[in-house]
């Protein structure tokens, strides 16, 4: 009954029929899709894999809800990895594949779609700059709960606020609406995707930033389309790809200098110098921190860019993070000027800081010194959930108990 891994999976039509089909198919409940082709056809997840070029290890993730899938291009692979005819197709949110007769023989379903679509554009109708402000503001209490306890405490928050904004831009015919929509759904997708890179799920981080790219761009705000490209290159610098990541920010910078604020151009110039110190090219890092500092405008934040906090103190941990690498004996100072002015609230961010300045510490031949400040990063990571944080913080601690030993 399972078949080679390479045959078609093979769910009979009637399937698509039953009420508990259909109302998987109008939820877009991904793993309830993958169990019927599991019960109805008997593929395994390896078949399942093959039909829909999803890796087999998050098909497992997705039958356990352990992940989500979100992007419109994946909802089509699964849609014809499984067979998915017109009418469960539409009942899916796809449009049909044969346009000439999109139900077939099915007229009822063809009027409930327009019955749908008709609510759901009804219901997107009443979304009004006052509603805009609301989702605005939910996001940016998300993030402010980010700071503080991490992404992993607030993942269900995230995924209901993203599914809810995607709805009703999805819908909303007004241009003025969609626009101010799609900002909404650029900031909070990105911040979707540093919770992923802090969690290590490179893939959905990836996956997050493209929506927020598309979203931004709809909204034609460069600001945030520059900002949520600059942090994508954190996946290319994560994955190994520096390089790569120095070029993307370049290119942003380059592209984007006369439409982003100074504190923007600041930002992108300190992540370009990150990029540079882990390829291990210190001329182009110290370029990119002194850019940093001519661009660095009074004030730690910008009203109309919530997502984006820089000062001098920011600057001289982001400094510290980089030069440590090259073993600048001003890095120490640097980081503790920055821990001294640091606000008490970026709990994630301290970690990132403290673990900055025990390796500098460490590198100084000072591990006794060094210690308090890696066991309290290891403290703040674990209650922010920073899988990306505890596999540098576990390193440094190996490192410092070899040099007291």
Request: aromatic residues 4%.
């Given at each position: ?137 939910e996001t940016n209490s998300l993030r402010l709960m980010d700071r503080r306890v991490g992404g992993v405490a607030i993942a ?129 890092c110290r370029t990119a921190l002194e850019q940093a500092a001519a661009l660095l405008p009074d004030g730690a934040a910008d ?103």
């Amino acid at each position: 009954m399972h078949g080679n891994a390479f045959d078609p999976i093979e769910i009979p039509a009637q399937v698509w029929d039953r009420e508990e089909s259909r109302e998987i198919l109008k939820s877009r409940d991904v793993a309830g899709l993958f169990n019927l082709a599991v019960k109805y056809s008997g593929a395994t997840q390896v078949r399942i894999s093959t039909a829909t070029g999803i890796p087999q290890g998050r098909i497992s993730e997705i039958i356990r809800r352990q992940r989500q899938v979100t992007d419109l291009e994946v909802f089509e692979r699964i849609a014809a990895g499984l067979g998915l005819p017109d009418h469960a197709r539409m009942l899916f949110g796809l449009a049909p594949l044969d346009t000439a007769s999109p139900t077939g023989d099915h007229g009822g379903e063809h009027q409930e779609q327009i019955e749908e679509l008709t609510a759901r554009l009804e219901a997107s109708a009443v979304v009004d700059p006052v509603m805009v402000m609301i989702l605005t503001m939910e996001t940016n209490s998300l993030r402010l709960m980010d700071r503080r306890v991490g992404g992993v405490a607030i993942a269900d928050k995230m995924r209901a606020q993203i599914a809810h904004i995607e709805h009703v831009h999805r819908h909303a015919v007004r241009p003025g609406i969609r626009a101010q929509l799609a900002h909404v759904l650029a900031e909070t997708s990105s911040l979707a995707g540093w919770q992923a890179i802090n969690t290590g799920a490179l893939a959905d981080a990836w996956d997050h930033y493209e929506r927020a790219k598309a979203a931004a761009r709809e909204a034609d705000n460069p600001a945030v389309l520059a900002y949520v490209s600059g942090e994508q290159a954190y996946v290319l610098m994560d994955l190994g790809r520096p390089a790569e990541a120095t070029e993307l920010l370049q290119y942003l910078h380059a592209t984007h200098r006369d439409r982003i604020p100074p504190r923007l151009r600041t930002w992108l110039a300190a992540a370009e110098a990150e990029a540079a110190a882990i390829l291990g090219d210190e001329a182009t890092c110290r370029t990119a921190l002194e850019q940093a500092a001519a661009l660095l405008p009074d004030g730690a934040a910008d009203e109309d860019m919530p997502y984006l906090s820089l000062d001098r103190h920011h600057l001289a941990r982001w400094r510290g993070n980089c030069l440590v690498r090259f073993g600048d004996p001003g890095t120490v100072e640097d980081l503790r000027s920055a821990l001294a002015g640091m606000d008490g609230t970026y709990n994630r961010a301290e970690s990132a800081l403290r673990c900055d300045l025990g390796h500098a510490l460490l590198a100084g031949g000072e591990p006794e010194a060094a210690q308090p400040h890696i066991q309290r990063a290891q403290q703040l990571a674990t209650m922010t959930g920073s899988r990306r944080q505890r596999k540098r913080i576990e390193e440094l601690s190996r490192a410092v108990k070899r040099a007291l030993n």
